[in-house]
């Protein structure tokens, strides 16, 4: 982790909390059930860019011989699992509200249920992502991605509005802005980073690139030497006796 990758976390961090804070209680008198076939539409096709993108970066990485993690990998990981989250968590609600609007009750349990389903594949995705990658990258990636999916799938299926009051729609926006930001910048840290001045590379280089840079050359000079075995020229004498007398 780099000092721009600290700052793009954080970033998000302030944009979530931007985010709770803009958002209002609103009370949803119908359902558009005609923009759920094209919400879910737009999540596949989201899904297989996103694979797609993945499944040619990796190729790209395995012909190029690299090893370790990759932010590329990680921020994927993250957004498919956050977005699979906050899709979640709208079809649990959307369930009680057409429960509430007359709807048969089978509506709840098969919400849950698809609900469910849902949170299942979004943990298998994050735990795609945590095993290669940094936990902080892929944790902040799913929480952003898992807020501003349900926020925006909740207009789409629930018909819900942005805030009316100015300060909360101010803190709403905000939020996106400094989330958008921030995985801008979690995406290009290392290229950023790359065409900034010296000094500021060497701000903003991590610690532990320090330490490492520092202790790599002295790892070498603190190994331990090769051992070797000392033979005594008394044990040669007695060695070769033998052969002498058979000569």
Known sequence: MNGLDWI???LAGLGTI???VGGEEQKVDQI???????????????????NTWLHMYKKQRREQELTGPEVIEEIIYGLESGILFGISSVISKMGFVMSEMGFPKIVVPAAISCSVCCSAVG???QTRGLKHGRAIVVSTCTSVASI??????????LDEHLPKAPTARFFLLLGWFFIITGVILLVSST???????????????????RTHSIRRPGSARGKDPIPTTTIHTSSLHLLASPTKEKA
Request: aromatic share 8%; net charge positive.
């Open 18 to 20: 931007g985010v709770g």
């Open 123 to 125: 943990f298998v995705y």
């Open 191 to 209: 290229r950023l980073i790359a065409r900034l001045p010296r000094p500021v590379q060497k701000f903003l280089k991590s610690n532990i690139e």
């Open 8 to 10: 793009a976390i954080t």
């Open 148 to 157: 501003v999916s349900g926020v925006v799938a909740g207009m789409i299926a």
């Open 32 to 50: 558009p059930l005609l923009n759920i076939p094209w919400l879910v539409l737009s999540i596949v096709i989201l899904f297989v860019l996103l």
